[in-house]
């Protein structure tokens, strides 16, 4: 998902292609706005954080690209493209290095696993199954 703080910067285009020179074939694409809902349901997992309530109005502060992106070893090379998720420890060329402005507003998230990676796929495409 590329996040409100980078479509907003005028970002998406210039990160789409990083992802696909990168070698990701995008299988499903959507620009949408989260309501506070959605945004709260996506980030469950952190609801017991001391940053959700600043991640959920972040998250629906503006729109999003959410993608399904498919790769041998996806998740892992996706997190090596995103970089840290603290944008000072990003390595240099990682699209948060690039386009992150803190911990908080990071331009995008990566799925932590497949199985994850399923569960965020149909929070956002209902037969995204359909598109490979
Ligand atoms: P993301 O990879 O989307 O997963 C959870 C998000 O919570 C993360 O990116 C950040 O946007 C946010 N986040 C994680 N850690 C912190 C933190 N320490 N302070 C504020 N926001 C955080």
Redesign the pocket.
Known sequence: ?I?PDAVAGGHSGAILKQIEEAGFEIVALKLTHLSDAQASQF?AI?AE????K??VE??SSGKIIAAVLKKTNAVADFRTL?GN??PEKADAGTVRKLYAK?????A???S?SDENAMIEAGFFFSNFERFN
């Open positions: 998902m996040k980030y952190h954080r001391p940053f959700f600043t991640l972040f998250m995103i998720t603290n803190s911990i908080e507003f990071n995008i998230h990566g932590d």
